[in-house]
């Protein structure tokens, strides 16, 4: 069931994506006057198509990992005379940009829709409060104490821990200082601290900025009562049930959640004997918690489950919610900040200030798009706002093959005032593939690595 609902939430959101990618080209093709042929989503034999009144084919493949638009073209293969009015390539250089364009600016578009519709019908957002200042940290030496709140970073104010983490996300592999203005929890008094980075977490596999600078996000004290029980995990195998409360372990006495984290990671592929009080009755089982290897080669002990929720203080949860009109402000704010962190990134990327590792593929798309699906319709649609920009994003990158790529050929061809020779645009083209599939490879790697 598991695997089968990471399928379905992988084919939901890339059958989102790439159809509105799609018909982006599509929908300003038409309006351009160009004959568009086909319309596809996915790849491969179609498993269902249908034809309109201009005899355009819609197809449904069975690959869903991409899709295309096939328009009136001379370069591939004869054009009646009376058609050649409406093929792509004698259409002016301008027209071939905006249909080119158009794809990326519906991922965008996409992004726009899917921020407008959170900031109108309201999120919930944790206040920045540290919890914890790590003894020796840079976050230490700077100052910094538990429960004060984060108010701006680098001068942009910050209202959530999100907020904070994107901000921090923005300078890895920078050099120089993160100046940090926080209160104290009850608002009397502000103070700015200057935390000094030398190519801050550069080459780091999954960069964790907040660890980084040695501080923890507040939360609130939790019993250690089962709150989510995740199919196939050892806690399920066990016997585990939501609502159990965690009384001992191997005759040691659990005293909160995080204390029953330490003693379940501590013990990968090892049997423990629990005590456990199930609707006001003690009773116990045993449980032996899965080996689960991190990022960094450790191995700890994992048993697929989740604490009942604590109780935040008052004002710690904060809600954002905007009006219609607001609303699109805010979302077209939120895209374009997006827009440039990706960027961003990128760049940092190719000089390697931030390691390939860090490159997701389908896998991975697939097992974040299951996990926002299980968190339920806000979850979900933060991360399809933030894969459509990221498609965006590299669909304009200058690689032939890509969007950008095209477009780099059309913008040399306006300013020239003649087209690309031939066969420069077919070495771009196979130049342009090998480095994509390149890509592709590296990603899939880091996939395969991760599992």
Avoid at 22 to 43: D, I, M, N, P, T
Avoid at 271 to 282: A, D, G, N, P, V
Avoid at 371 to 400: H, M, Q, R
Wanted: glycine share 10%.
């Amino acid at each position: 069931m598991g695997v089968l609902h990471t399928v379905l939430a992988l084919i939901v959101t890339l059958g989102i994506l790439v159809t509105v990618h799609e018909y982006g080209h599509f929908w300003v093709a038409r309006r351009c006057g160009v004959k568009v042929l086909k319309f596809s989503v996915g790849f491969g034999k179609p498993l269902y198509r249908w034809f309109d009144k201009t005899g355009t084919e819609y197809a449904i493949a069975w690959i869903p990992l991409g899709g295309y638009v096939s328009m009136l073209d001379e370069r591939e293969g004869n054009v009646p005379e009376e058609e050649r009015p409406y093929a792509f390539n004698q259409q002016s250089v301008w027209k071939r940009i905006a249909i080119v364009a158009a794809g990326p600016v519906a991922n965008f578009i996409l992004a726009i829709l899917a921020y407008w519709v959170l900031f109108f019908s309201g999120t919930s957002a944790l206040a920045p409060v540290v919890g914890a200042v790590q003894p020796d940290s840079p976050a230490y030496e700077a100052g910094m104490q538990p429960e004060s709140e984060l108010i701006s970073i680098d001068g942009e104010d910050v209202f959530s821990w999100q907020d904070a983490g994107m901000q921090l996300l923005s300078r890895v592999g920078d050099t120089g200082q993160i100046r940090i203005v926080t209160q104290d929890w009850q608002g009397y008094r502000q103070q700015e601290h200057t935390v000094s980075v030398d190519r801050w977490l550069a080459g780091t596999k999954e960069p964790n900025p907040l660890a980084a600078i040695g501080i923890t996000p507040f939360s609130p004290h939790l019993e250690p009562v089962i709150g989510r029980v995740l199919p196939d995990g050892a806690a399920q195998k066990a016997g585990l049930k939501v609502g159990d409360r965690i009384v001992t372990a191997d005759g040691e006495p659990v005293v909160d959640w995080m204390h029953w984290v330490t003693l379940v990671q501590s013990s990968p592929d090892q049997q423990m004997t629990l005590e456990i009080e199930r609707q006001s009755r003690l009773d116990s089982l045993s449980i032996t918690p899965a080996l689960h290897r991190l990022d960094d080669g450790r191995e700890i002990g994992y048993i697929g489950a989740a604490a009942q929720p604590g109780q935040w203080p008052e004002g710690m949860v904060r809600e954002v919610r905007y009006g219609v009109l607001e609303s699109v402000s805010h979302a077209v704010t939120k895209t374009a900040d997006m827009i440039a962190l990706t960027l961003d990134s990128i760049g940092k990327m190719v000089v390697g200030l931030i390691s390939v590792e860090n490159l997701s593929g389908p896998i991975t798309i697939a097992q974040v798009a299951s996990d926002s699906a299980k968190g339920g319709f806000e979850s979900f649609l933060t991360f399809l706002a933030y894969i459509s920009i990221s498609l965006g994003v590299l669909n304009l990158l200058p690689i032939p093959v890509l969007d950008g790529g095209h477009l780099m050929f059309y913008l040399v061809e306006a300013i020239t005032r003649r087209p690309v020779p031939e066969k420069a645009q077919q070495f771009g083209l196979r130049l342009g593939m090998m480095l994509l599939g390149g890509l592709m490879i590296i990603a899939f790697y880091n996939d395969l690595m991760r599992l």
